[in-house]
């Protein structure tokens, strides 16, 4: 195997809630409770922190074809006035920039049996945490046309 031709490599951290948090401090008085969330101006808002990496590379396999490896890990952690992270900010496997022979978002814990087993048009599976390594060959299907 030769050197990677080519690296791609992102991470990030957020945190979100924290100034209404302190906001909410300040005016009220109370601190946050993810058992009874507070609301600023009315409105319920999360409180979370949330990290991510993901490292691609790529490389020339023997047969001039291309080998893509992929490593992504996150993690999302729902503090002070959550119980969980925004739907939206939670993570998945599955579908088209993840594992492509899986639905969008149905790769899940293990042996996870759903409950509405006979309902799966809407069936989303998703966490806190995230680890998923793959490998595999890119075909340019394009050229075949």
Known sequence: MEKPITNYFNANIEFAGNTLSLAN?????EQADPENPRPFLGTI?????????DYRAYFNSPGGNLLAARLFVGLGIPYGNSRV?????????G???SLRGFQYRSVGPGSY????EGK????????????????????P???NF
């Open 141 to 143: 299907i394009y050229k």
């Open 85 to 93: 992270i925004p739907f939206s900010k939670q993570f998945f496997s």
């Open 25 to 29: 401090r300040i005016l009220d008085g």
């Open 45 to 53: 808002y999360s409180q979370y922190a949330r990290t991510f990496t």
């Open 113 to 116: 049996v759903s409950d509405n």
């Open 95 to 97: 579908g088209a920039s």
């Open 120 to 139: 799966k048009l809407f069936f989303d599976q998703t966490g806190d945490v995230k680890i998923e390594a793959n490998i595999g060959i890119p075909v």
